[in-house]
């Protein structure tokens, strides 16, 4: 079954940068999204970025400029780099997995059924 485990949480001063990394295994399809998402206290998932298969990626409003993606093939973990982090940015950070029926990745967590158990993100 699919499982995806993500890395890299932590402290960081505004300004600042992180690095999360997501773990995935399991997966049969050859057309998959990796959508990265976040929630705060109080707030809804939303969106941070998405990855296709084929390496095309995109940013959501909510960080928008402020994040890369890149992917290490052979032992499927995919990275997320985020800079110029705010205090706005604090929430935990989830990657979830869907396979891929549309040319963009969705930017709803609705369609995603995989999900990791996120990590916490703190900015001060």
């Known amino acids: 079954h699919v499982q995806l485990v993500e890395s890299g949480g932590g402290s960081v001063q505004a300004g600042g940068s992180l690095k999360l990394s997501c773990a995935v295994s399991?997966?049969?399809?050859?057309?998959?999204?990796i959508g990265w998402f976040r929630q705060a206290p109080g707030k809804e998932r939303e969106a941070v970025a998405g990855?296709?298969?084929?390496?095309?990626?995109r940013d959501a409003d909510s960080m928008k400029g402020r994040v890369t993606s890149s992917v290490d093939n052979t032992q499927n973990i995919l990275y997320v780099q985020m800079i110029n982090m705010q205090p706005e940015d604090t929430a935990i950070y989830y990657c979830?997995?869907?396979?891929?029926?549309?040319?963009?990745?969705?930017?709803?967590?609705?369609?995603?059924?995989?999900w990791g158990p996120g990590t916490q993100v703190t900015v001060s």
């Open positions: 979830a997995l869907v396979e891929r029926f549309w040319t963009n990745c969705p930017q709803t967590a609705r369609p995603y059924p995989h």
């Open positions: 399991g997966f049969r399809h050859s057309r998959i999204c």
């Open positions: 990855l296709r298969e084929d390496g095309i990626f």
